[in-house]
């Protein structure tokens, strides 16, 4: 069992930044998990995704984020970032985190709001 915890949502203004954490949690995890995505849902919307990052690093992004936002590991095990530059009000939204393991486990999400 997995359980994932998203952090880092808050208020900014546009132009601003914000980074977002992803901390999966639950024995064994490192070894089985293949990818950490994130996704986001507006109101009214659809989920979307937004980022993805492999086991092996490799990543991928929506062409609405390209060059904005950069997902990333760094030394805190099992833990994915979402650094956002430049928001915009158009990335409002609650962020979800979904790992991909032996199953695909969801975080509750955490909300972002873009507004001036």
């Known amino acids: 069992q997995v359980q994932v915890v998203e952090s880092g949502g808050g208020l900014v203004q546009p132009g601003g930044s914000l980074r977002l954490s992803c901390a999966a949690s639950g024995s064994p995890v490192s070894n089985r998990i293949s990818a950490v995505a994130w996704y986001r849902q507006a109101p009214g919307k659809k989920r979307e995704l937004v980022a993805t990052?492999?086991?092996?690093?490799?990543?991928d992004y929506a062409d609405s984020v390209v060059g904005r936002f950069t997902i990333f590991t760094a030394d805190v095990p099992r833990t994915v970032y979402l650094q956002m530059n430049n928001l915009k009000p158009e990335d409002t939204a609650v962020y979800y985190c979904r790992v991909s393991a032996d199953m695909i486990y969801w975080g509750q999400g955490t909300q972002v709001a873009v507004s001036s």
């Open positions: 990052i492999t086991s092996i690093g490799n990543t």
